[in-house]
């Protein structure tokens, strides 16, 4: 069982919300502390003594009252979101960082083509020789013709299959 588990179990057997901080609580005449009840009850849920410095008391209560069990179970859906979609992006990276690897030297080498000499072709483009293949280029696309596949490799991954 995990923390967030652990603290979801707790969160959903505690008295529902909303907490807020009531007063002060006294004692045979004298003020101990401020308490946190739920709701518009007057059942209190905690007392929280003056032991330390000035305040310190009522930013405690109010902290405990903020902690309900509604907001603790909201911050535990919003981890769990976050470490989804954190899983899903190194999901992504990982495919990303696979076709770089089974493709890299080739992009590598089809970048330097670009930029090494080729020759013109008739209709104002460009051709280039890469690996025994000329790929030709029109004027307006200087990119070279690449069917090594990476480009559908990059393109599904980026697609991010169970993203909205």
């Not at 069917?147 to 990476?150: E, K, N, P, R």
């Given at each position: 069982m995990?923390?967030?588990d652990a603290l979801e179990a707790r969160a959903e057997k505690a008295?529902?919300?909303p907490y807020s901080v009531e007063g002060r609580l006294t004692v045979i005449g004298e003020p101990v502390g401020p308490f946190v009840v739920i709701g518009g009850d007057s059942a209190a849920v905690a007392e929280v003594h003056d032991d330390g410095a000035p305040g310190e008391a009522e930013a405690n209560a109010a902290y405990i009252a903020a902690c309900d069990p509604q907001a603790?179970?909201?911050l535990i859906a919003r981890v769990?979101?976050?470490e989804a979609r954190v899983e899903r992006s190194e999901a992504r990276e990982g495919v990303l960082r696979e076709a770089l690897a089974d493709y890299g030297e080739h992009t590598r080498e089809c970048a330097r083509a670009y930029f090494e000499a080729g020759e013109p072709t008739p209709d104002g483009g460009y051709?280039?020789?890469i690996r025994g293949v000329w790929y030709e280029t029109k004027p307006v696309d200087r990119t070279p013709k690449c069917?090594?596949?990476?480009g559908a490799a990059l393109a599904s991954a980026e697609k991010g299959e169970g993203d909205a």
């Open positions: 995990s923390d967030l008295t529902p919300g603790i179970l909201a769990r979101e976050a051709r280039q020789l069917d090594c596949g990476l």
